[in-house]
């Protein structure tokens, strides 16, 4: 499973940006996805997962009502969609898979990580 990142970038505060991970090997509906998030001399934080087909989403009470997060498993690819970016949302951002939808708001559950995106939000 290889999971690849991007659409990171330096953006304005109150701006969006649209991360995608590229997922190759078995068919991304096989798996739980989520994003995660480390800042700086910071722990990696928990920002949204997504069930197998979609139907079921879940935040990091620090996202809720600016993130969103979905899947186009036919393309084999996840998203997050962030909008009204704060200063504090600037963080290396990653993907990862998990097989079993089981605390997913832990990172210790997920078999599979990307290599990380950039985001950096201007003040």
């Not at 991007?6 to 991304?28: E, F, I, K």
């Not at 069930?51 to 969103?68: A, E, I, L, Q, W």
Request: proline fraction near 2%; glycine fraction near 14%.
């Amino acid at each position: 499973v290889q999971l690849v990142e991007s659409g990171g970038g330096l953006v304005q505060a109150g701006g969006s940006l649209r991360l995608s991970c590229a997922h190759s090997g078995r068919t991304l509906s096989t798996y739980y996805m989520g994003w995660f998030r480390q800042a700086p001399g910071k722990e990696r934080e928990f920002v949204a997962a997504i069930s197998r087909g979609g139907g079921n989403t879940y935040y990091g009470d620090s996202v809720k009502g600016r993130f969103t997060i979905s899947r186009d498993n036919a393309k084999n690819t996840l998203y997050l969609q962030m909008n009204n970016l704060k200063p504090e949302d600037a963080a290396v951002y990653y993907c990862a898979a998990a097989p079993r939808d089981y605390g997913l708001g832990s990172e210790s559950h997920y078999s599979y990580w990307g290599q990380g995106t950039q985001v950096l939000v201007s003040s």
